[in-house]
């Protein structure tokens, strides 16, 4: 299994754009996280899916964060219009249950917006 | 709701001397509770897991943790650190029934030669 990918690795892009991550989990899995970490903040939950479905956004930090998980095997993060303050690292993750409870994840997607 | 609290921002060791990385727990309902290791630029790695089994767990790398419900902990421990060891640390607790994480501020390891 290739692990959680995710694209892009970084991305850099201008205030005032839309920024568009993606996620694909391990298959199977049908848990699936978006994580932001800074160094302030540390690690922090935005949103998370069981079988394609959000079961709990209270993490996204406010209307400009959308995120969506059209199959098993994709979902998207998306910031409109994109701030200086959304530069971090945002990491998916996904789990299956029972004895395969235990999160993977992805290498990030390091965002820089100017 | 549950919490995880994990003491020292930063410990630094000596290469071959014992690492002691300290987390404790709050939680109401019996924990799963995890150790994630992550190096730079990357993402994070399962080191171990307590899943309500056995309260001594051993993971990758030679680290190995023990839950200690008196204590409300599960502190990480390796008996003789390496270079390679040098990460940013995460104790992590979920109450496995909505598979949520919930992660501490992490511990960075320093090991010197």
């Known amino acids: 299994d290739a692990g959680v990918i995710q694209s892009p690795r970084h991305e850099v892009t201008e205030m005032g754009q839309e920024v568009t991550l993606r996620c694909k989990p391990i298959?199977?899995?049908?848990?699936l996280f978006w994580y932001r970490q800074t160094m302030m903040r540390g690690l922090e939950l935005l949103i998370y899916f069981n079988n394609n479905v959000p079961i709990d956004d209270s993490g996204m930090p406010e209307d400009r964060f959308s995120a969506k998980m059209p199959n098993a095997s994709f979902s998207t993060l998306k910031i409109q219009p994109s701030e200086p303050r959304d530069s971090a690292v945002y990491f998916c993750?996904?789990?299956?249950?029972?004895?395969?409870?235990?999160?993977?994840f992805g290498s990030g997607t390091r965002l820089t917006v100017v | 709701a549950q919490s995880v609290t994990q003491l020292g921002s930063h410990v630094s060791v000596s290469e071959g001397a014992l690492v002691l990385l300290r987390c404790n727990y709050s939680s109401s309902v019996p924990p799963y509770l995890f150790w994630y290791v992550q190096y730079p630029n990357q993402g994070l790695q399962l080191l171990l897991k307590?899943?309500?089994?056995?309260?001594l767990v051993k993971g990758i790398n030679g680290f190995e943790a023990e839950f200690k419900k008196s204590e409300t902990s599960f502190h990480l421990t390796k008996p003789s650190a390496h270079m390679s060891d040098a990460a940013e640390y995460f104790c992590a607790v979920s109450d496995g029934r909505f598979q949520k994480l919930v992660f501490g501020t992490g511990t960075r390891l320093l090991v010197s030669p």
């Open positions: 307590y899943t309500s089994a056995a309260t």
């Open positions: 298959s199977g899995h049908d848990y």
């Open positions: 993750a996904s789990t299956g249950q029972g004895p395969n409870y235990g999160y993977t």
